[in-house]
């Protein structure tokens, strides 16, 4: 069960979600818990899963429009573009709530 996100979340854990999952490309069952964690504010970031320039992409302009329209435009740039900046400099990441 997806319950088991918010005990890592509160230990700690950085969350990431897939954009497939999200936008629902990879079943109904992985785009509904993966929307259940946005609507709980417990993703730190999403990524790609990038596999090719054409399975997978790693373009991200439906998904940030997806995230803006359902959730916000501030937890889509958290998600996007802040957290995933601060990983990469080992930072203190920001969370939706």
Sequence with gaps: TPYIIERWFAGG???QV???S???RLGRRAAATANWILA???AHAVASDAHS???RT??????RDHL???YSPDYAHILLEHNPLCIL????VLSAD
Excluded: C, D, F, W
């Design 22 to 24: 999200i936008l629902g």
């Design 18 to 20: 897939n954009k497939g």
């Design 13 to 15: 854990y950085i969350i």
């Design 53 to 55: 320039s054409v399975v």
């Design 40 to 42: 709980r504010g417990l």
């Design 58 to 63: 790693p373009r991200m302009g439906q998904l």
């Design 89 to 92: 400099k080992n930072e203190p």
């Design 68 to 70: 803006a329209t359902h």
